[in-house]
C-alpha cells in the first residue's frame, strides 16, 4: 500500500478522495511485484482449457510454481544482454525438438485490500518482455505489449535483442474498469507469453509491478514557455497539456527562502485564465495567457495546468523596467533540432548554448530566435519540439520566435507560440498553420519580427508603417526575420533570397530602421552600413552617428549547432564586412543604451565562449534629434513647361531632408501632392493648355513623426 503524500493534495479533484487523503488513507494498492508475487505457469507447449484466465477456481494444480522473473537463454538461465537475468528458468524448446515454445501461460491472484474496489479508476504497471505479451484481468485484456499479430503457430512480436518495457496505464488507454468486474478477494490476472519465431535464443518475463489507484494519474503538462509580451511589463506564456478542463498560470513573487521543491504558495498567487484550443499533438491543447504588471527587479515563480495535473514551479526574474534605457538580448541563430537527423545531438547544442549563454549574462531580457526552432514540422514531429523546449532557460527567460521555412505551415508552430502585436499582414496561411508580422516594445526598442515566409514587400511595408506610426518615440528600430538577405553561405544565391534582396533594403533604409537580425544560413555574416543595397564600405568596428538610410544587418550561425553551410563563392561578397564558418555553434549578445548598439558574437563549444566578432553602433546626437527638427524655407529655382508636364527645381536643404512637391490647376482649389528625395522633379500627365499652380517644401521623419519645413512661393505656368 502507498500513502499519497501531502503533495498530491492539491492534485485531487474528487472532493470525497480530498477528504479521504486528509483522513490519510490509501489511495492506491500495489497488488503485483516481482518479489511479492507467485505465478503459476505452463512452459510444456500446451494449451490451457478455457477460464484459465478468468476464473479463479480453475485446476492450475499442474502447473509450475515460481516468483518472477521468467525466462531463458539458449535454453539456460544466462544474461540476455544488458544485465536481464530470469530467476525462474522457463522451457524453451519443444520437447524433443530444437524449436522454440511458442506461447507461455502464466496466472495467478490478486486481493485489493487498501483501497474500496469499487472507487478503483485506474490499474498502472510496469511489464519488462521478450519477445510479446497480453495481460488480462478476470479474463479483460488490460494491456498488449507487441501483440499486433501471431503466427499460426502463436509465434510473433518485436524480436528484441534486451527484453523491452512495457507499461500498463489502463483507463487511461481507455479500458473501462468497470467491466474487468474487480472483486476484493481472487481477481485472476493473467499473461500470454510470445516467443517471437522458432529459433529465437531467449524468452523473458517480468510483470514487475501493478498497482491499482483510486485517483487517476496526473495529467501531463510539457513544453512550458515563456514568451516576449507587448512591453517589458509583461510576458507571454505558452504550454501543452492533456487536460481539456480550464488551466491557468498562477504567479507569485518568490517568498524569501523559497526554493526548487518547495510546495507552490499558492494563496499568494495571481492566477491567469488560459485561452485553450486543441492541438495538433494528439491527446493535448494548446495553452496561451499573459502575465501583466510586472515589476521591475523582481523574481516570480510560476507553474501552469489545473487541478487534472500542474507543471513544475518555475521561476523568472524582471530586470530594470525602462527606467534606465540599457539592457541586453541575446539573439540565436536557426536551432532547427533535428536537423542533423540526431535529436538528442541538437538538443545538447541548444542546451549548452543557451547555458553558456545566460551564466555569462544572467540579466539577458529575453532570447530573440532567427527561426527554424525545429527541422521537421510533420504534426507527428512534436519531439523535435520537446528538444526545443528542453533547455531550463526557455522557462525562465521570455523567447521571441520568428518563423522559419521549416517552422511555417505547421499547426504547431502556432500551438507552441504565444506572439504580442500580431498582424495579418505577413501570414501565408489563414488555417492556423502561421503566424504574421508581429511587434513589441521593450524599454523604448521597437522590435518588428517578420514572417519572411510570405514575399510580399508590400505587406511588409504596410506592417511596419503601422508598428512605426504605433511607436513614435521608440528609440531604436531593430528588425528581424528569418531568410537573410546578406549572407555568406548556400542560401546567398536563392531565387527567392535575392527576390528579397531586391526590394527589403530600399524599404528598410526608407523607415530608419537600424538594424536588422537574420538567420536561415547557418553561417556568420556581418555586413558593412548598407544604404539600401550600397554597401558604406570601412574596415572599422564601430561606426558613430550612421547617415539616414544606413541599416546594419546581422545574419546568426545555428546556435545548436545542428547545421552548417559552406560559404557560397557564386554570391556577391560586396555587402559582407565579415563571415566565418567555424562549424561551431553561436550566440549573440545585443547590449542596448540610449546611445548604443553592440552586438558581440560568441562560440558557444565551451563556457569560456571566446568571442568571434563584435561591432558597435554610437549614436552622439541623441540629444539634438529629440530637439524639434528645423527645416528651412523652401525656394523654387526653376520651373519648365512640357508637352502635358512641368519641370521643377528647388534648392537642396539640410541632410535627410526630402522633398513635397504640390501642384493645382488655375481655378482648382484641390492641392496634388508628390515627393521626391532629390531636387527636381517632373509632374506629369497634366492637361494641354490648362495653367498649374505649383510650390515645394522640405520634411523629415525622425522616430516616426514627420516635421515639415514652409512652403516655397508659388509659381505657375501653362503646360504646352
Ligand atoms: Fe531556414
Known sequence: MIVAGTGNLAQMTDSDIYAENVSGAATTDRVVSTD????????????????????????????????????????????????FVPNVLLNQYISGTSNDVPVYYLRTKFDIDDVDVSQVKEITGTVLYDDAAVVTINGKKIAGFDDGSFDENGYGGSNAGAPKTGTVSAASDGIDIGSLNLKAKDNVL?????????????????????????????KEVRDVSLQIGADETKRNLTWLGESGKASYAQVAVKPSGWKEGDEFPEASAGKYRADQVKSGVSGFYSNKTVLKNLDEFTSYIYRVGNDDGWSETYTFAT???????SFSFLFAGDPQIGASRNTENDTKGWVNTLDFATEKFPQTSFILSAGDQINDKGDS????YQ???????????????????????????????????????GRVDSSGKSSGDYWYMYNGVLFMNLNSNNRSTSEHRAFMKQALQANPDAQWKIVSFHHSIYSAASHATDDDILERRSELPRIFSDLDIDAVLMGHDHCYTRTYLMDANDPQTSDSNSVTDPKDGQVFYLTANSASGSKYYKYNND???????????????????????RTSLTFTTYFTDTKEMPVLDSFRITRTDTEQKAEPIKISKEKIRKVKAGKKKISVSYSKLAKGVKYQISYRKAGSSKWKSIKSTRTSKTIRSLKSGSRY????????????????????????????
Do not use: M
Not at 390 to 410: C, F, I, K, V, W
Not at 586 to 591: K, L, M
Open 319 to 325: 530586470q530594470d523596467l525602462g527606467k534606465k534605457d
Open 571 to 593: 554570391s556577391l561578397t560586396d555587402f559582407i564586412a565579415l563571415k566565418d564558418q567555424s562549424n561551431c555553434p553561436t550566440i549573440t549578445n545585443v547590449e542596448v543604451t
Open 693 to 720: 499652380k505649383v510650390r515645394v517644401r522640405g520634411y523629415k521623419t525622425v522616430n516616426g513623426k514627420t516635421c515639415y519645413g514652409k512652403w516655397s512661393e508659388s509659381r505657375t505656368v501653362k503646360v504646352r
Open 190 to 218: 493473467a499473461v500470454e507469453l510470445h516467443q517471437g519465431r522458432a529459433n529465437s535464443s531467449d524468452i523473458y518475463i517480468d510483470l514487475k509491478d501493478l498497482t491499482v489507484s483510486t485517483v487517476l494519474p496526473q
Open 36 to 83: 511479492g508475487t507467485t505465478w503459476r505457469y505452463l512452459d510444456n507447449n500446451t494449451k490451457p482449457a478455457a477460464g484459465w484466465d478468468s476464473n479463479a477456481d480453475f485446476d492450475d494444480s499442474a502447473w509450475s510454481s515460481g516468483k518472477g522473473s521468467f525466462g531463458a537463454k539458449n535454453g539456460k538461465i544466462a544474461d540476455l544482454g544488458s544485465g
Open 387 to 425: 528538444g526545443f523546449f528542453t533547455p531550463d532557460e526557455l522557462q525562465s527567460y521570455a523567447l521571441a520566435l520568428n518563423e522559419g521555412n521549416h517552422d511555417s505551415g505547421s499547426t504547431l508552430y502556432t500551438a507552441h507560440g504565444n506572439i504580442p502585436n500580431v498582424s495579418f499582414l
Open 381 to 384: 514531429e512534436e519531439s523535435q
